[in-house]
């Protein structure tokens, strides 16, 4: 069986993380802006995936970036798409037999499943999660392979992956996350959340630099 090679993880030289540095800032900066009112209410749109109505009407009262830290990782496409795709199909059957559902008759019945079975059954998702988070690192953490917000129907990373296929073997992503503290309600109290500011490129595919929601809104 060929073997594909992995991703290549590494930080970034210091001229390149210089210059994706500010530009990725000035994206973090006017998004933030646009949540605070003080800028553009259009710095939405810099979301991956565009704007949704709940992060449309999602506000802040202030905002400060504070430490920052900065990843590069090139892969091969093709095997990064493959292995996806066989996570979503090992999801998806372990999802149809743990509801043990079947239809007899008019009537739907419902199998028990005990907990020994249902980590039997979702022992192949889990190990095709592993291999995933290791071949390709930074892709998946961008991509939130392991969370709950993969499997969400408005992941941005899901179908922008399904539009890269055939756009060549290789990728490259880089990401910026900013730890982002705010003050909130009558007693302004801090909160420390990452905002995460991303480019992926494949092909003639290039996103440009785009702020990453964890789901339809959700900062952490």
Same mark, same amino acid.
């Given at each position: 069986?060929?073997?594909?090679?992995?991703?290549? /993880?590494?930080?970034?030289?210091?001229?390149?993380l210089?210059?994706?540095?500010a530009?990725?800032?000035?994206?973090?900066?006017?998004?933030?802006?646009?949540l605070?009112?003080?800028?553009?209410?259009?710095?939405?749109?810099l979301?991956?995936?565009?704007?949704?109505?709940?992060?449309?009407?999602? &506000?802040?009262?202030?905002?400060?970036?504070?430490?920052?830290?900065?990843?590069?990782?090139?892969?091969?496409?093709?095997?990064a798409?493959?292995?996806m795709?066989?996570?979503?199909?090992?999801?998806?059957?372990?999802?149809?037999?743990?509801?043990?559902?079947?239809?007899v008759?008019?009537?739907l019945?419902?199998?028990?499943?005990s907990?020994?079975?249902?980590?039997?059954?979702?022992?192949?998702?889990?190990?095709?999660?592993?291999a995933?988070?290791?071949?390709?690192?930074?892709?998946?953490?961008?991509?939130?392979?392991?969370?709950?917000?993969?499997?969400?129907?408005?992941n941005?990373?899901? +179908?922008?992956?399904?539009?890269?296929?055939?756009?060549g073997?290789?990728?490259?992503?880089?990401?910026?996350t900013?730890q982002?503290? &705010?003050?909130?309600? +009558?007693?302004?109290?801090?909160? &420390?959340?990452?905002?995460?500011?991303?480019? /992926?490129?494949?092909?003639?595919?290039d996103?440009?630099?785009?702020?990453? +929601?964890?789901?339809?809104?959700?900062?952490?």
């Open positions: 069986m060929k073997t594909l090679a992995p991703a290549v /993880f590494f930080l970034l030289s210091a001229p390149a210089a210059d994706d540095a530009d990725a800032k000035k994206v973090a900066e006017t998004y933030l802006n646009a605070t009112g003080s800028g553009d209410e259009a710095g939405k749109d979301l991956l995936g565009g704007v949704t109505m709940n992060a449309q009407l999602f &506000t802040l009262d202030n905002w400060e970036l504070q430490k920052m830290e900065a990843k590069h990782e090139d892969g091969d496409l093709p095997h798409i493959a292995m795709n066989d996570l979503d199909k090992a999801g998806r059957k372990a999802l149809t037999k743990l509801l043990g559902a079947e239809r008759g008019d009537d019945q419902v199998t028990e499943v907990k020994a079975d249902a980590e039997k059954l979702l022992k192949p998702t889990l190990e095709r999660t592993l995933f988070q290791k071949s390709h690192p930074e892709l998946a953490y961008v991509t939130r392979v392991g969370k709950e917000v993969y499997w969400h129907p408005k941005p990373m899901r +179908p922008l992956l399904a539009k890269a296929q055939g756009q073997a290789k990728y490259s992503l880089d990401r910026y900013w982002v503290l &705010t003050k909130e309600g +009558p007693a302004k109290t801090p909160r &420390t959340w990452p905002l995460r500011v991303v480019r /992926f490129k494949a092909g003639k595919l996103t440009g630099w785009k702020v990453l +929601p964890a789901s339809d809104w959700n900062a952490e």
